[in-house]
T-cell receptor, first 112, second 109 residues
Framework: DADVTQTPRNRITKTGKRIMLECSQTKGHDRMYWYRQDPGLGLRLIYY???????NKGEISDGYSVSRQAQAKFSLSLESAIPNQTALYFC???????????FGEGSRLTVL | GQSLEQPSEVTAVEGAIVQINCTYQ??????LSWYQQHDGGAPTFLSY????GLEETGRFSSFLSRSDSYGYLLLQELQMKDSASYFCAHDNYGQNFVFGPGTRLSVLP
């Protein structure tokens, strides 16, 4: 089983719909992140969290919200999806200042 | 703002050595990481330079010069399976990671 699990892996939805992407981890890491990947733009940080009470906005948080339900769970929501939110979304975890992120397998979202 | 620059594409032949450069303009720089991503896959960690100098891990090495705001990933004895995208990422105040746009490496037989 993967250490960082994302669901769903693929989702097609329509403009205006609410979407939640879920991430769970078994690594026991406190730090969790949501990144978005678009071709040619690398990975851009949406939100990150150091624990259930510590949530921080990243570079591109507008249009997104998150919930840290437990140390192991970090969900990303799009309250009203729009086509330019079509992208590949990655959840990641890290342990302190090791310089290493552990990524989930990604959730491909298409907004029509 | 914060930005990292990498070449968009690099091509090399099997068995060769290739260097992928990364320059950055940032504040709160703590270190530089490198990731590999195959098509359709997730990024996987390769190395981290928290201090200036060279870090070696098997066929891969990474170098950092803080005074030059520059780092590179060196891949030796290239194999076909090394064809992938490579990303540098800077450790931002020890809190999160800002990624470069990525370099697509094609290894030819």
């Amino acid at each position: 089983d993967a250490d960082v699990t994302q669901t769903p892996r693929n989702r097609i939805t329509k403009t205006g719909k609410r979407i939640m992407l879920e991430c769970s981890q078994t690594k026991g890491h406190d730090r969790m992140y949501w990144y978005r990947q678009d071709p040619g733009l690398g990975l851009r940080l949406i939100y990150y969290s150091f624990d259930v009470k510590d949530i921080n906005k990243g570079e591109i948080s507008d249009g997104y919200s998150v919930s840290r339900q437990a140390q192991a769970k970090f969900s990303l929501s799009l309250e009203s999806a729009i086509p330019n939110q079509t992208a590949l979304y990655f959840c990641a975890t890290s342990e302190g200042n090791t310089g290493e992120l552990f990524f989930g397998e990604g959730s491909r979202l298409t907004v029509l | 703002g914060q930005s990292l620059e990498q070449p968009s594409e690099v091509t090399a032949v099997e068995g060769a050595i290739v260097q992928i450069n990364c320059t950055y303009q940032t504040s709160g720089f703590y270190g530089l990481s490198w990731y590999q991503q195959h098509d359709g896959g997730a990024p996987t960690f390769l190395s981290y330079n928290g201090l200036d100098g060279l870090e070696e891990t098997g066929r891969f090495s990474s170098f950092l010069s803080r005074s030059d705001s520059y780092g590179y990933l060196l891949l030796q004895e290239l194999q076909m399976k090394d064809s992938a995208s490579y990303f540098c990422a800077h450790d931002n105040y020890g809190q999160n990671f800002v990624f470069g746009p990525g370099t697509r490496l094609s290894v030819l037989p």
